[in-house]
């Protein structure tokens, strides 16, 4: 296979992890993760949990061990009101003493670790790494951002630092990179502390990274195909992400349940925001510029891969090409006996900083799509080419313009090479 075909095919096959109104909150995926062992050159990049460590108070030794987590973001945020930095920790929350403490670090940019990668990067090559230092980790350069402690309980529990030092950090940041390191104050032996990875069975464990920002939606009024108590569709629109609009319970399998955005007149939009209070419903987005006639957007998507409570307040996105609109109604296409369709925040934008990015994704779509495919070399070319498409896109409603960048380069390199 030629070089961009071969990482195509590799690329293809990868999950992309996926991310309203005055306020947009903004939910970046990790894009990596590890963690550094005292002493080790192994390398800690894969698997479920990335460990976190102190074997003494004042000293290094033992088998400390350091987690270090990265985001990527598709263009730094001057603007940033307030930030958030959400982990689950799964286990050895504490001791008899009582809870660990975990303090958290940004490295700030230029740093030599900042780009790091979870298949490579060890103890050993950690530049902040000491034999000396307390904890096995000297923090000179680095920010600290705040500390965080779970209850006293065995089971699951989410931790969320959100300070005025992470909100300044992620503002003063100039580039694609948001890199961390969780540090555990708390000394013990025995006891490491576990951290759900990226690669945790359940997204809502998954470390996350929630800003803020002033936003840049349209403006926008909200009716609902029904309502529950006092739950209206205006808190949707409201700005406010302790409130929802909550659906009429379903009654069965086929309950269909909808919430629509009145933008005033038609206009251009190429992107619909969300935030859903809790997982596990297929969703259709459609358009339309007189409320009676609809034309589907997307359909058949999820806001994640279980049914659990949206704890985090995690949105979701959907990039398209640009639509004139005046209506968006955003449909659950399944009941759930007994549960309500319920929306936090709901808002459509035209973007700017996607429009490049899709005009390049709509003129390569159209390229594959006028291949010919009946060769059996050809036939699998032509699928490869269509998943990473379909992965340019998911990154893209990630806000990675990144990866769906390199993906689209790929796909433009194997069109010329197959021409």
């Known amino acids: 296979m030629r070089p961009a075909f071969t990482r195509l095919a590799a690329m293809a096959l990868l999950a992309l992890p996926l991310a ?70 799964t286990s050895y929350p504490g001791d008899t003493n009582g809870p660990f403490a975990f303090e958290v670090f940004g490295l700030p940019d230029a740093h030599p670790d900042e780009a790091f990668d979870s298949a490579t990067f060890n103890f050993t090559a950690a530049a902040n790494a000491s034999t000396t230092a307390a904890g096995s980790f000297n923090p000179t350069g680095l ?16 931790l969320t630092l959100s300070t005025t030092a992470l909100r300044d950090f992620i503002a003063q940041n100039t580039n694609t990179h948001l890199t961390f390191a969780v540090l555990r104050q708390t000394p013990n032996t025995g006891l490491p502390s576990y951290f759900a990875s990226r690669e945790a069975a359940s997204i809502t464990q998954r470390p996350t990274l929630l800003i803020r920002l002033p936003d840049g939606s349209l403006p926008a009024t909200a009716t609902a195909s029904s309502t529950l108590g006092t739950d209206t569709p205006a808190l949707a629109v409201d700005d406010d992400f302790a409130t929802r609009w909550t659906a009429a319970a379903d009654t069965n399998s086929a309950t269909t349940r909808s919430i629509t955005l009145d933008l005033g007149a038609s206009v251009s939009v190429n992107r619909f925001t969300f935030t859903v209070h809790q997982h596990g419903r297929t969703l259709r987005l459609e358009r339309s510029t007189n409320n009676s ?51 936090r925040e709901a808002s459509a934008y035209l973007d700017p900083a996607a429009a490049p990015t899709l005009t390049r994704l709509a003129s390569l779509s159209a390229s594959v799509a006028a291949l010919t495919s009946t060769a059996s070399a050809e036939q699998i070319r032509r699928a490869v080419l269509d998943v990473a498409l379909e992965r340019a896109q998911a990154a893209l409603n990630a806000f990675d313009f990144t990866v769906a960048n390199q993906l689209l380069d790929d796909v433009q390199t194997t069109l010329a090479a197959s021409a």
């Open 293 to 343: 006639t609809w034309t589907t957007i997307t359909s058949g998507f999820r806001t994640g891969t279980d049914t659990s409570v949206n704890t985090t307040q995690t949105a979701t996105t959907r990039y398209f090409q640009p639509v004139s609109a005046r209506y968006l109604r955003l449909s659950s296409l399944g009941g759930v006996s007994g549960t309500s369709f319920s929306v």
């Open 20 to 89: 309203a109104s005055a306020v947009e909150q903004r939910s970046l995926a990790l894009a990596a993760d590890t963690y550094i062992q005292r002493g080790s050159a192994i390398v800690y990049g894969a698997g479920t949990t990335f460990l976190v460590k102190r074997d003494f108070a004042a000293t290094s030794g033992g088998t400390d061990r350091i987690g270090y987590l990265r985001f990527t973001t598709p263009a730094p945020t001057p603007t940033a009101s307030a930030a958030s930095l959400v982990l689950t920790i």
């Open 143 to 158: 920010v600290s951002l705040g500390v965080v402690s779970p209850a006293a309980t065995t089971t699951p529990q989410t």
